[in-house]
């Protein structure tokens, strides 16, 4: 079922050193058009605006998460529960794990109600050469693979590699974004976790002589979202990316007449949006609308492209949400100054973001972390650690607002004085 | 003339851990859109191809080599010699050394006659953001930045720094690619040749006591060129971008009717091309057109658009350029079996490329490495160091013959016998 | 007052790359016999024998610190308050803080009555290399830097730098014991932590902007403690050491004949040391009198050394301490076997250990850390930070009990028999 | 014939991230005292009085060169002809190859006329717990692994990876040495050698695609000899080192009656040492006599042992050996001035020390290193590198001498004015 490849093939990888491909089927999924496309789609989105290091592509941690993936496998080869058809899903759905990920996947998807998890599974079942190389196994197994993918697999222990608290895809990201954004938070001791990870019943374990490790990972966790993920700056780009996406599709439904038509975007205009026209969709195809669209007549469009383009981005200033009077009077004096509040006026709370770091059972369905006692008793991590105990409880506040400083300061208007006062511009 | 600003900004970076800002002037020039485009053109053209972590882009190396030169400045504040005027050309040098690259450079150059040292001093002079920024300090300032970066200036000791066989451009980029791509190779001790340097009469010299320092930096870079730069995958790639961008420009000679009109291309075609042109050419913009060319009906650029998109690039064999029969009879059979050779054959030397690593005098006006001697005389690296000296007195070959080996294995006639014969495949 | 040298020196340091001295009074102190000593001490006592790379000295550490003061003192140059007293005092303390340490600290303390802090005095205060260098600025100058080492100096700012929760000390010790072990943890941004510090009024403050970073550092102590320092193999060994010097001196107070007459410990065990003595004694001295006590007539002293020489360690097992039935029983059963509890059996906690992880107000006099809100108000770590409030409320109870297993293996008595079912053998 | 251990045990190591030990043999070889004797011999000797992180031993450096032959054979298990015998033999030699090294063993071995091959072959083959634990696996196996680490072992290959220019135990070094000093040269991509390295037949050879990656490693090496190894600073320590222990011999024989007898030197000075003294000596012996011999009453002995514990080191000027006539002249004068030439006057060339980069051939019998070209053909690393064929063939010169400045400058008598000009001082 596994055909190895003649020689092992190697990637240089400055996380994991080396990325292993020994099996042909691995090799082939790498080379589809499909995962290739990942090259041209930035793993962190607008947050290379504020770290300048953050260039890297989802195709380099797709990678890094089939490594992972590779080396618990070669560990967990010496527990005879752990089969070859094990062996094979993990390594294809670590892979393909991101593979229906677009450009700006966050902006994009909540603009144009779009969700990865449907492109990721038409990808890997529809007609692709990627599905061509997962029916060489068998007919049923890109189903297979996108079953654990959508953590709907009855392979539990497989679902829990690709997907839980502790997982590939996380260890994966955390080391990778703190390496090329160069934050000292994120890293870890991977070899560490992997040594002490155990092919449980339905999910892995991680033996209780590990627990510090584990802390070790949720705290780099932690760090990481407060200090890259949720990074205000970042915010306030993704901010002006939303409103170019609203205005855009503002326009195209009014029949607003584009200099040069914007064919790639239409069926997202439409939302309805074919798996054809989604994988023509990447980084640089945003980008050369984005670019053109500096051209263009409508003032708004116009503004906010130059904005994204040239990062003359949005400042912020914290605020309370409760404050419902002062936003009013901010949006109304926005209007009276003529800067539409739309665009221009923005509340962005970090917890409309993936919350994420430690919560068991939150998050969606991501499975919380097991600790496998030496009397071969399981306990959940939070139980054991308190200082897993104390991040994970509590829920952090975090509200800014998001506006021009630069037309607010320029204005002389009633309004834009108003605005200044209430902002303390 | 040097305002500070009111607190010290920095950025992260991975290489250098923080990029220091002092003045407003490199705040500034820093903001404007030429500098912030330097974000969409990566650093290392098609090496991502080969090395997937290179992702890194020409802003970020641009960060590094100003911040580069600061710390030289800052260990240099303790010369007399050394005054402000040297310490504001040399970082604004620094800063702005690259800013007239544009997406892959050295195809484009080639294929349509470009240059980027014109296009820096074109946006240092002309009605640019930067030009308005480096006027701030005097009228005849960004002249003189253009000078520095040109190699004409008659301040010898500047130029040095920014342009000589240890300059802080070569500095950086070693670190930084290496940081990036992952390989061990092209790491010293900057921090050990910064604390060496020395201002002499009109260029940097090294402490004598620094020499092994230095010869660690010149054997990195010898590591680089034959292990990073010159990597025959990445010189595949780049035989495949070139080959595109000479076909395309031989439809629109040939009037050719193109789908969706290249407007962005027009004035390359025509080897015509204004700065306001220029300035919109990025990465984005090239593998836009890539992309959609996929799609034409010129069967040799499509074919050609899809291999780069989606990395199925050319193979290669060692070659002799002296068997001028072999060559002969290698074209002629690819064009009887229907795989034009001009563009589906091609002898690539890396000897084509920039030769880099040391060897005094030549490489253009590159100033070689002088050693500082304790009684005060100078003497030139390889006359002192015997490791220098070995690498840099030969001259290495290396020609490759590149092809689709797709092409030619399914093929069935004579002709493609003959050529997997020749090539031995 | 401050001459510096000629040239600036230089020491290569793994931890900060290098160690800059330009001042003949540091460069006079670092070569002065009682500094030189510290390289015989080790840092981590008998945690190399847990770590096998933790053999780094005291020397090296106390020039660490004196490299994070330095570098301190370099960025608050810019403040007006931060004199050339202050600088003079910080750097010596910080050099010196540790100096009258001797071998195994810990253990040697507690069973001598010894402090370290009185011999650190001492070697200031008294007729010392260390004292001449000192006088050489002022008659009262050696007073002063003992002054801020026993944090009872009235210059509480520079006291703090020196001995705060977020001292030079801890810094340095953190970095350099988890670069010499291996182990993961102990990183944290050290940059950013120095570039976020404020002399404040009468103590050093921390931007707010930098309590992510800070919260980091908390959390690498966190872990260094309960992964390194508080180790149960380390904790094995160091009760051995402290078994084998209760040994010799009761032998000694008995009038035990010493095969070599061991000078070296006369003063210690009749607790009465004088400074020429204290600073004769080193590892090495401790090392060579276990060495040919393993040659010694009494039994339990030959056996000890024995154990600690090859590592032949004691083992160890959890313990209730409320169980005081099965501690006296266990007692009794070893004194009936033969194997006499009072040095073959130890309960040791790990609180018996200095308390060290973040709390406020406690472990001694070691100041809180104050973060500076952008207003100017000060606020305690503990109340803005969720994870240190977190981490510092909670006290960790550890017990353990330790024995020499193969001893009681090898047993066949019924005593024997009631010890391994006591604890679980 | 390799029992394993119920579960992998596992020792952090800086170098190597992780020392793995599976096989019972290996952990017990571990547990004997011979080889928990190597933690108390510095692995650098002198060094750390110039690098002063360089205080790490001959213990972690032979786990090291284990690990390191363990990761090949993990490798080279999918080579038939790499049997468990060879895996065998080669984890125990790697990790006994230095059990033989005493204190300081390069002015030891000289001074005292003795080999720490010839002890490493008795404490493998004689009375030892090393002895007993090889003798579980056979009568003979003792014979085999002695015989591999003195390159008789007729499995060539076997020796080679213990013995050749590109043998574990140099890589460990290299990688060790670089990692404790802190210098940056020493790094090589240990991975990728590891990676390329085949079992020819009656040698390891390395594929041809791998020559770049030794040619990083050559490099490294030669860094490290002329950065470390032969540091002037530590040769001056090697001097006072020997000058001591010539002294304590001489007294010896001349009948002086030592304040405390140095029994553990008997055996050295009579040039007639057991086994079983040999396996006392360690370092803290030798610090601890040459403590107590600061208070000696040989004004010779005194003063140099108190050079050696206090860093006082001698100073050195380079030296043309050829110069006889101004060496006697020294020589005569320090005699006058009374300042002992034979004790305080030394030309120390580097060329006394192993000549050890890359010289095929030479340096007793290590193997050369070949490359393993794509057809099969073997060649010799360097007919292929030029960076190698150029470092390889010149030989470097370095002499100086070295003298005790400090008496030099402080004498006002004739000869001392003839010295001082004489040494340009």
Redesign the interface.
Same mark, same amino acid.
């Given at each position: 079922m596994l055909e190895r490849l003649n020689e092992e093939k190697?990637?240089?990888?400055?996380?994991h050193?080396?990325i292993h491909v020994r099996y042909r089927l691995i090799w082939e999924l790498i080379?589809t058009?499909e995962f290739?496309r990942l090259?041209?789609v930035n793993q962190l989105g607008t947050t %290379?605006l504020t !770290?300048?290091?953050a260039?890297?592509?989802r195709?380099?941690h797709s990678?890094g998460v089939y490594e992972i993936v590779r080396r618990i496998n070669e560990i967990f080869s010496q527990y005879e529960s752990w089969d070859e058809e094990n062996r094979l899903l993990s390594m294809c759905a670590a892979l393909l794990h991101d593979v229906g990920h677009g450009p700006f996947s966050h902006s994009f998807e909540k603009v144009f109600n779009l969700d990865h998890e449907d492109f990721t599974r038409m990808i890997i079942l529809g007609d692709t050469e990627i599905n061509q190389v997962l029916r060489k196994v068998s007919e049923g197994f890109p189903e297979e693979v996108a079953d654990v993918i959508a953590k709907t697999h009855t392979n539990k222990l497989v679902v829990s590699l690709i997907s839980s608290q502790i997982d590939a895809d996380r260890m994966d990201y955390l080391l990778r974004d703190a390496?090329?954004?160069?934050?000292? %938070?994120g890293? !870890?001791?991977i070899?560490?976790i992997l040594?002490v990870m155990r092919p449980g019943g339905d999910q892995i374990v991680i033996k209780q002589s590990g627990m510090?490790a584990v802390?070790?990972y949720i705290?780099s966790r932690?760090?990481m979202y407060?200090?890259v993920y949720f990074h205000p700056v970042t915010r306030s780009a993704e901010v002006i990316l939303s409103k170019i996406l609203h205005r855009a599709k503002k326009l195209y439904a009014e029949g607003y007449a584009f200099k040069q038509e914007p064919v790639h975007f239409y069926s997202l205009f439409k939302e309805d949006i074919s798996l054809e026209d989604f994988l023509?969709l990447?980084?640089?195809?945003v980008?050369?609308y984005f670019?053109i669209w500096q051209e263009e007549d409508d003032a708004i469009l116009r503004d906010l492209c130059e904005r994204f383009?040239?990062?003359?981005l949005f400042k912020y200033v914290e605020f309370n949400p409760m404050q419902m009077n002062t936003w009013r009077e901010l949006y109304d004096s926005f209007k009276e100054a003529g800067i539409d509040p739309d665009y221009y006026l923005e509340m962005d709370s970090s917890s409309d973001l993936p919350y994420d770091f430690y919560r068991p059972g939150e998050e969606e369905e991501r499975l919380p972390i097991h600790l496998l006692k030496p009397g071969g008793d399981l306990r959940e991590l939070s139980r054991e650690s308190?200082?897993v105990?104390?991040?994970s409880g509590?829920k952090?506040t975090d509200h800014k607002l998001y506006f021009p400083q630069d037309l607010i300061l320029e204005g002389t208007s009633d309004a834009t004085r108003r605005i200044k006062s209430l902002l303390n511009l």
């Open positions: 190697v990637f240089k990888d400055p996380v050193r080396y080379g058009k290739q090259r041209r %290379y !770290f300048h290091g260039e890297h592509s195709f380099s990678l390496y090329f954004t160069g934050v000292s %938070y890293h !870890f001791d070899e560490r040594r510090h802390e070790d705290m932690y760090q407060w200090q023509k990447d980084d640089s195809v980008k050369f670019q383009m040239n990062r003359r308190e200082v105990e104390a991040i509590k952090r």
